[in-house]
């Protein structure tokens, strides 16, 4: 949330909630798997959401989705439970993901070249809205850009992440995430413009 | 509104990217927390599918050998590292060479499988080190490969080919953080080849010759391994510790050891690291914490305790943990700071083999306790543990900043982390009643 003056207002976790949830690691740490489960159970959905976003594949992405807890229950020792669990999971999944990515890219590589000439239509099974036609559409669009182009695009306006906790979830400077979004965008709207020519329209009505 | 696209302000870019993003269909998210629990206690230690490499910093462990022995030919130092090396539950697993193991492919480094391929910038996002190139040979530029690897710590290989055979490596540079908890690479020996003493920049190096297999792994639980025909040369800088293959000359190696220097271009692009196990943990970030009585209850061998120093009373924690069969952790608490030990003193049983991970030019002494054959080993280091299936299942929580002391008796093997001296360490070790 960015108030007008361009401050965060809010950076996801409530002073209630963070207690609560160091609590739990806490417990965690200690061995109770209840408490564990419902961290996991907290933090799923967006852990899952964002290695979807980066592998496009619904299996693989519970794959790492299921390795980043894991990994991160095994590392909980030197987690710092006063921060927010969050970005440091979405930190492991980030890194899972890259490891992941990097020998897949090769061939998915090729692939795209092969049908970068049209967007590759939605099929749909149920309904669908406009609306979610052109998600699915922007989706692809940013697929098109690096990796680390990706990660914040999908971090900030697809998972609507603060900068400061994206920072804490691809380890680098705040300034960083900055000059990395604004890459980012310049190079979709490139992308956009090229390829996605429907998707322009729609976005200048 | 007819704005070229170019021209349209990020935040009009950004609202419409919000909004579309908004209305994203995402597939149901499944059952994870199930799942997780479900793998989590069937195999409570287990690294996620094996991915998680077993093979551990061996090779640095190397440089163990030079504070221990002045003469190293290849059999002796073979016997005396296997003899030494392992106390009881206890292995410290020292890498060596092998030469001509036989399912291996003399295939240059760019195999295939090798993932994590990229570029030098991007590969020092993702290391928290400034990646250092060297400038000797004048003629070698940039890399023509670099690939990043994250196994367990960031390591970079940064690859130049022989100009006239561009699938044949001239000259390999690996760089990791010394830190890091595991490291990937990991040579098996069968038998050594000539480890030699050297300096970089005046400081102990480790010149290892002669062909040898080089495993790794590849990132999704498959070891390759890769016979390296030239000789390789193994030193630190500070918190970092490289690994030069090649075909030179030790000479000649150690001016290119000597020849790194930091690229201006990537200074700004270092990831910050996560935070590291290194500084001591508080003790209460440990788990398992048990009364004197209860850990007893867990094992059914006699938890010993130190009568010496006078007075030194029960100890203020204890701990079990589960690695396959229980390791009792007890500590002893600084009077001035509670939250942080002064002594350690761990008891474990051969179901747990603890493997020493030395990721620092340290010593490593032979001593004895009782007559039985111990190790003193000074300095930061890591110790992890597999159990008997060969799967690591806890990296180490160094809970005090000193030196380690490692004996078997009995059947039981003690590990004692404390900042005394040797002699007073060994005292304690001799006063478990």
Do not use: C
């Amino acid at each position: 949330m960015i108030s007008g003056s361009g401050v965060q207002v809010m950076s996801g976790y409530e002073g209630g909630r963070q207690v609560e949830e160091a609590e739990l690691v806490n417990r965690a740490r200690e061995g109770s798997d209840a408490a564990w489960h419902s961290l996991v159970y907290a933090h799923q959905e967006a852990i899952f959401r964002l290695t979807y976003l980066l592998l496009g594949d619904r299996d693989e992405a519970e794959d790492v989705a299921q390795d980043t807890f894991i990994r991160a229950f095994h590392a909980l020792g030197t987690f710092d439970e006063t921060r927010p669990l969050r970005p440091w999971l979405l930190a492991i999944a980030t890194n899972l993901v890259r490891n992941r990515r990097r020998s897949l890219g090769r061939y998915l590589a090729a692939m795209r070249r092969a049908i970068q000439a049209e967007p590759p239509p939605v099929t749909t099974l149920g309904e669908r809205t406009g609306q979610e036609w052109e998600a699915q559409t922007l989706w692809q669009a940013v697929r098109r850009l690096r990796a680390a182009e990706q990660e914040v695009v999908y971090m900030r306006y697809f998972l609507e992440m603060s900068e400061a906790d994206m920072a804490s979830a691809l380890q680098v400077a705040p300034g960083t995430v900055k000059s990395r979004l604004h890459r980012a965008l310049a190079r979709l709207r490139t992308v956009v413009d090229t390829d996605f020519p429907a998707l322009r329209e729609e976005r200048q009505s | 509104m007819n704005q070229s696209p170019h021209e349209q302000p990020d935040e009009q870019l950004e609202q419409y990217l919000r909004d579309t993003a908004g209305a994203f269909h995402y597939p149901p998210t499944p059952d994870i927390a199930g799942a997780v629990r479900q793998r989590l206690a069937h195999d409570p230690g287990q690294r996620s599918r094996g991915r998680h490499s077993q093979r551990r910093l061996a090779w640095a462990a190397i440089v163990l050998l030079l504070g221990l022995v002045s003469s190293l030919f290849v059999p002796q130092v073979q016997a005396f590292v296997r003899s030494i090396f392992r106390i009881g539950a206890i292995e410290i697993v020292v890498a060596t060479a092998t030469p001509g193991a036989s399912n291996t492919t003399p295939s240059p480094l760019w195999d295939p499988r090798l993932r994590g391929q990229t570029t030098l910038a991007e590969a020092q996002n993702e290391v928290s080190f400034p990646i250092k190139l060297p400038t000797y040979p004048p003629d070698l530029g940039r890399p023509n490969r670099v690939f990043v690897q994250d196994e367990a710590g960031p390591l970079v290989i940064l690859g130049w080919v022989e100009a006239d055979q561009p699938d044949q490596p001239r000259i390999v540079l690996y760089e990791m953080s010394t830190n890091t908890a595991q490291n990937v690479i990991r040579k098996t020996t069968e038998q050594t080849n000539v480890l030699q003493a050297t300096r970089v920049h005046g400081r102990e190096a480790l010149w290892v010759r002669g062909p040898h297999i080089l495993e790794f792994s590849d990132g999704r639980g498959t070891d390759l391994a890769r016979l390296v025909e030239g000789d390789v040369l193994i030193w630190e800088e500070g918190p970092v510790t490289y690994r030069l293959e090649s075909k030179l000359t030790l000479e000649e190696a150690v001016k290119v050891a000597e020849s790194l220097t930091q690229v201006p271009e990537l200074t700004g692009l270092m990831a910050t690291p996560l935070p590291l196990p290194m500084t001591p943990v508080p003790i209460a970030g440990l788990a398992g914490e048990r009364t004197l009585a209860e850990a007893q209850g867990e094992v059914l061998y006699k938890i010993r305790l130190p009568t010496y120093p006078q007075g030194i009373g029960e100890p203020d924690r204890v701990f079990v943990q589960y690695l396959g069969s229980p390791i009792i952790i007890l500590a002893w608490l600084q009077p001035e700071d509670k939250t942080r030990a002064r002594m350690v003193l761990y008891q474990m049983t051969y179901d747990v083999i603890g493997e020493k991970s030395v990721s620092s030019l340290e010593m490593v002494q032979e001593t004895t306790v009782n007559g039985n054959r111990a190790a003193w080993v000074r300095g930061p280091h890591f110790l992890s543990f597999k159990d008997r299936a060969g799967e690591t299942n806890m990296e180490e929580r160094r809970l005090v900043d000193g030196n380690v002391l490692v004996w078997e008796e009995d059947g039981v093997t003690y590990r004692l982390e404390s900042s005394l001296t040797l002699d007073e360490a060994v005292r304690v070790a001799e006063s478990l009643r």
